[in-house]
């Protein structure tokens, strides 16, 4: 059975930084791509970076460009996403999530809607403080 985990949330002041972490598990689980999405309260899920584990191509959101790295270590099944020069507006529960199969082509029209992935993490909460 597949399951991710992320870690590293917590209560941070505007400027400061965090490392998220999403740990994967389950037999023979290497998924094609790994992503992290957002939702703050009264808002939908947003995309927020992916990363294509075959080669490392990522992804960003605009609001997080510049600010955010997504990055990967296949020896411990954990993605990373550092947060740097964190904004009150960055809080919210921040989730991973695996996308199993996929193709360039696929990836690179899909990469950024939740309905592309096909596993979920719990959830992790993110609070940047003014």
């Known amino acids: 059975q597949v399951q991710l985990v992320e870690s590293g949330g917590g209560l941070v002041q505007a400027g400061g930084s965090l490392r998220l972490s999403c740990a994967t598990s389950g037999r023979t689980f290497s998924p094609y791509a790994m992503g992290w999405f957002r939702q703050a309260p009264g808002k939908e899920r947003e995309f927020v970076a992916v990363?294509?584990?075959?080669?490392?191509?990522?992804y960003y959101a605009d609001s997080v460009k510049g600010r955010f790295t997504v990055s990967r270590d296949n020896a411990k099944n954990t993605v990373y996403l550092q947060m740097n020069s964190l904004k009150p507006e960055d809080t919210a529960v921040y989730y991973c999530a695996a996308r199993t199969i996929g193709s360039p082509a696929s990836f690179s029209a899909n990469y950024y809607r939740v309905t592309f992935y096909d596993y979920w993490g719990q959830g992790t909460q993110v609070t940047v403080s003014s």
């Open positions: 990363i294509r584990l075959r080669d490392s191509i990522t």
